[in-house]
């Protein structure tokens, strides 16, 4: 194994020695953080063993190694060692002290349990989709992916989003690294694997039930990353890891890019068609007033053509009588079946005050307004219609 380290002067002497004696290549040696992400982009090398120490370990470190499909084993000295690691995502580190053994079962990777209800290889993939406007999509998924987690499910929620991710900055999480294109250029050197997604994935903690967050992309201009193919890729291994995926998908499914001279061009839109594609339940979800109304029903007919599951739930967003007049949720459920054809959509209550102090706290809505007339509403769509019945 070709290795690199970015170590203390002293301690990387130690472990260079004994990985030499076992076997294996030490081909850099960095006595920074700017200097780890540098060499490995130029060399490239299997693996990075790094001090979880601010000298050494860093964002652009982890985004390089993401990069370049390079495993990254921290050794830690300490608690706050391990605060750095977790506050990067990585949550399994290996004590300096415990010698080249332990670096070695880390570099190797010990095989993981498979996690409960995933056993067979499939998990459910639920794919949060509006159109324009900002219905909610981002909210609601953040919803979903809490109330499924709280049922003691294991859950990954993805930002999909490539014109507007937001799951980090609401839920309070850094983004310098977006783990869900991190885990696509994973995918696309076929070095994307459970302990993989462990690494780059976040977790956001909550006292109801903890779940794993792949952030979207800091910036626009990143979409290239999240081609079809590779969304495809990391779908399908997130079915064998977690119970639940739930992703949160931008609002354009049209095909237009294919009209291009260059057949082979990446799509911008390729994330969000290919989720919804490979979704087993869809949650079409839209805002409760006129202009969102009819921004939900003329899009509703472009998710339909490409959607390949009929496991779809409306949901309305922000049901609320000065928006749409007396009755609204008679309103809402009539304008749907007159003018599209839908029965039955899930009706969430308006409730600006309970969503911004969630978005200001960084948490989610079950964890910072439990009696939120909103989150019941999420939580009775999860328990209805997201879980099997027993």
Known sequence: MRLAFALPLELETELAEQATRHGHEVVA????????ASLVVALAPDALVVASEPRYLGERVLAACDDSGVRVVALTSGEPDRRLAASLGLYETTDATAGW??????????????????????GTVIVVWGPAGAPGRTSLAIGVASELAALGHAVVLADVDTHGASIAPALGMLDEAPGFAAACRLAGNNALTHDELERIAQRYRSPLGDFRVLTGIGRPSRWPELSGERVSAVIALCRTWVDYTVLDVGSSLENDEEISSDLFAPRRNAAAVTAVRDADRLIAVGAADPVGLSRFLRAYVDLEEVASTSDVTVVMNRVRASAIGMNPHGQVTQTLSRFGGIESPVLVPHDQGAFDGAVLSGRSLADSAPRSPARIAIKGLVESRMVPRG
Request: glycine content about 10%; cysteine-free.
């Open 29 to 36: 040696r960095a006595a920074s953080a700017a200097e780890a």
């Open 101 to 122: 053994p332990a670096v070695e079962h880390a570099l190797l990777g010990a095989p993981r349990p498979t996690p409960a209800g995933a056993r067979d290889g499939r």
